[in-house]
């Protein structure tokens, strides 16, 4: 069917559709295309200033880690010089292509959509191979980037249109529009180094704005070949700045230049504060108060009471909780259960993690390693803690050594205020806490500085609407997994310092990189 405008309307918008595995030709497809990826493996790949791809001698290495002897790929690294010119390019792209209308900007997006919709087994491949994701997380995140452009892309269509809701009064004429920002500085994270790299830098570029890619250091390889495919659809040289590195080299330096207008990441809670307290501080020269959209992690939890479905209960535990090793800032590392039901649901739970199979995701494991040796020895360290905080019920060891392989790890009897009840771990470790009743159990819940996911079982529906009311995060679900946010069905982001609550996702998502300007003539 021929797009036309009215098929891109935001109300034609549709979900991508996940690959069937059943299906044997869709598993014979993806394997294929992971032995045409690894036919690349060890590549170099460039930086892209303005067009231009540029090799210099000091490299990101991106590893495999369910195969740390295996290297990925080699990626250019810029220096401080580079991030200057980068500035410079974006902000002069900036002066041309903010005059592009929007339509014509949408239909990059459409086109890259259909693009990565034919090869989606290509794009999946590099996720399994560079991030360590099985078949079905690297397939549904590249369902969500489709996703994100195609609803970023209608979204602006209807920004564009959504002009006109002002009042006029007699002998005038009034309109507002949305006009881009400038230059952003694209900041996403390892763990879903294509969607959310993707939603990022696609929500900037359609409205406008010009762009600055930072891909994260341990997965630069997919960000690169998202890029490419934007060069391929014929996005003009200069709206995206492919520009890998050393934070600590140029992450600052970007953040706090004067040119720079707003700041997109997403990333560990730390670092987000950082970037945003450097933000804050005027530069010379600047003529703005930089925008900061953020989405810093979380320390979710699921709380379940007496008269909830046990079995689905304990599925959806396992999987928010065990799914991408636990690497997802929506997984919900902490379950908290009324005392009524608690040894009965901590059985289930315990018994469905031991059938999970952990392994390269390659064989298409659930279990697969977490990211790096950072990570790695980080998340044995709070193993440690938990030993000596709660009762360790499952796990607490590591798996072949040939990767970054740690069985799934379950901790019970857990204080509400101890470590592991409170900090991200960021990996395979779910502690459960037992409550006196539902109430408590929402009070334990909301025990936490961060406020992202939450989910609530019961099937009383006075103490769901209680649930909705009292349990603080910015998304809640009931009776159902804390995880899989769907582009325009679950608009995502959290409370506190789990984030500036952006609403990735979302129609007005798109207004964080516009800013609105009045029209008003005199008639």
């Not at 890259?112 to 549904?140: C, P, T, W």
């Not at 930089?290 to 999987?319: F, H, P, Q, W, Y």
Request: charged share 25%; aromatic share 10%.
């Amino acid at each position: 069917m021929t797009k036309t405008l009215d098929t891109l309307k935001l109300d034609t918008f549709q979900n991508e559709p996940d690959t069937d595995f059943s299906i044997d030709s869709e598993v014979m497809a993806l394997k294929e295309a992971i032995s045409s990826f690894k036919k690349e493996l060890g590549k170099d790949y460039p930086v892209i200033i303005g067009g231009e791809k540029i090799y210099t001698e000091d490299k990101l290495t991106s590893i495999n880690p369910g195969k740390k002897e295996e290297i990925v790929g080699y990626v250019s690294k810029v220096d401080r010089e580079m991030a200057e010119k980068a500035i410079q390019t974006a902000t002069e792209t900036f002066a041309s292509w903010k005059g592009v209308p929007a339509e014509k900007r949408a239909k990059y997006l459409f086109k890259a959509a259909d693009l990565m919709r034919q090869r989606r087994h290509e794009f999946s491949a590099v996720l399994i191979l560079e991030a360590g994701k099985n078949y079905v997380e690297a397939d549904a995140e590249v369902s969500e980037a489709i996703d994100f452009m195609e609803y970023y892309g209608r979204s602006m269509i209807q920004l564009e249109e959504d002009t006109h809701y002002v009042k006029s009064i007699p002998g005038e004429k009034n309109r507002l529009t949305y006009i881009p920002l400038g230059v952003g500085f694209i900041v996403p994270p390892w763990n879903f180094p294509l969607a959310i790299c993707v939603g990022l830098t696609v929500s900037a570029v359609v409205t406008g704005n010009t762009t600055l890619l930072k891909p994260a250091s341990v997965t630069p390889v997919i960000a690169y070949k998202f890029v490419e495919l934007m060069e391929e659809v014929g996005l003009p040289a200069g709206v995206i700045n492919f520009i890998p590195g050393d934070s600590s080299v140029m992450g600052d330096f970007i953040t706090g230049h004067p040119l720079t207008r707003f700041i997109s990441f997403t990333g560990s809670k730390d670092v987000g504060l950082h970037i945003n307290e450097l933000a804050g501080k005027t530069a010379k020269g600047q003529k703005w108060i930089k925008r900061v959209n953020a989405e810093m992690g979380g320390k979710d939890g699921i709380v379940i009471d007496e008269t909830a479905d046990l079995e689905a209960a304990a599925k959806s535990i396992v999987s928010s909780a065990f799914s991408f090793q636990g690497q997802k800032c929506s997984a919900g590392s902490r379950a908290i259960i009324v005392e009524s039901v608690y040894d009965e649901l901590v059985e289930k739970v315990v018994q469905l993690t031991k059938e999970l199979t952990i392994g390269n995701g390659e064989e298409n494991h659930f279990i697969g390693p977490v990211i790096d040796q950072k990570a790695y020895n980080t998340i044995l360290k709070y193993i440690e803690i938990g030993k000596q905080e709660a009762k360790l019920v499952l796990g607490g060891d590591t798996g072949s050594d040939e990767g970054y392989y740690i069985h799934p790890t379950i901790f019970i009897d857990a204080d509400p205020n101890c470590t592991i009840m409170q900090e991200e771990i960021f990996g395979p470790v779910l502690a459960i806490a037992k409550a006196k009743d539902w109430e408590e159990a929402i009070d334990i819940y909301n025990n936490t500085d961060y406020g992202l996911t939450g989910g609530f079982f019961s099937t009383d529906e006075a103490r769901i609407e209680q649930a909705i009311e009292r349990m603080y995060c910015g998304n809640l679900y009931i009776n159902r997994n804390v995880t899989g946010a769907l582009v325009g069905v679950h608009p995502f982001g959290g409370f506190n310092l789990s984030g500036t609550d952006s609403k990735a996702g979302s129609y007005d998502y798109l207004k964080l990189f516009s800013q609105g300007k009045l029209h008003t003539q005199k008639i």
